[in-house]
């Protein structure tokens, strides 16, 4: 089968041929139905180098996963050939505390996971393929009757990744606050529509690019602010002053670390979601008072099962280009242009 794998840090990836995968005991194979193209992916071809992680090339990327299940190994049950599934991306150890509850993201004995901190797509081989070796079957969600696969690949993580940020902050989102989202490609244009379908806050977005402000409008935003020196006293005025109660920094630059420190408001939350490296200096003047850093990492099996649910419902949508696997390569140049608008998909 045809595979598109990172074969070396540094490099692009390359559409080669390797063997289907076949199933050991307690495995499954699934017939992918669509990848996301997610900006990680990007990281990894360009920014990341030997020892930053502990995994590395060469595997297949593609971590945000859905199809149908071709072959069980055996002792698996509970999932049927044929059955339509997403992939829970993150990969555990499958036994401690933490993944016990479905938070395999904190898996907290990772030397005991398939690979460490990572998955399919993430230091093993991805469904950016036609077929695809899920470890466990714990790791698959039944997709609901009224999602695609291809609906449901991106919100395996530009749906998820947001809506774990969000779902930590509901507390701070009663009628009368505000969430700024900075950064509305892939995870943000999503995160708006979470804002809005599971929260009352008014949901202000932030982009640098003029079509990612007309997405995030069309998907309801009630405010779109272009990236730059008046973002901050744009979004201060128009929250009266106070700024916003919640800031999911989708970029993570120093530039957009930058702006979400200078709008958050007393007791509200500033969660990096983006890796784009840069660095928010924490001081006891620098930040208003009690206003809480942090960041997160992608999200729990149950609160995939609730992302699907919202999809399933058409509540929240990521809006998709369609790319074959042999124009794989060409869905990274166009996010990395910024020629996208939502996400990438990619149906083999
Ligand atoms: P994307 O490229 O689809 O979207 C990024 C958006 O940010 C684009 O619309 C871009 O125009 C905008 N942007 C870039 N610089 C900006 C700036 N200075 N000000 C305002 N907007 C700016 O990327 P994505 O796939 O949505 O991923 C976003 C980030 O989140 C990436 O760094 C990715 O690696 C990371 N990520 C993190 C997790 C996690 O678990 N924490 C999961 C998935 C992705
Ligand atoms: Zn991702
Ligand atoms: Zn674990």
Known sequence: MRALRLLDWKSEPELVEVPRPVPGPGQVVIRIGAAGVCHSDLHLMHDFAPGILPWGPPFTLGHENAGWVAELGTGVTGVEVGQAVAVHGPWGCGTCARCLLGIDTYCENPAAAPVP?????????????????VPDPRHLV???ATLTPTEAAPLTDAGLTPYH?????WSKLAPGTTAVVIGVGGLGHVGVQILKETTAARVIAVDSRADALRLAADVGADLTVPAGEDAASTIRESTGGRGADVVVDCVGSDETLALAASVVRTLGDLTIVGIAGGTLPVSFFGLPYEASVQTTYWGSRSELVEVLDLGARGLVRA????????????AYHDLREGRLDGRAVVVP
């Open 117 to 133: 901190g990572g998955g399919g797509g993430l230091g093993l081989d991805g469904g950016m393929a036609e077929y695809m070796l």
């Open 142 to 144: 039944p997709l609901p």
């Open 165 to 169: 940020a969000i779902r930590r902050s």
């Open 319 to 330: 809006a998709s280009t369609v790319y074959d696997l042999e124009h794989a390569v060409d």
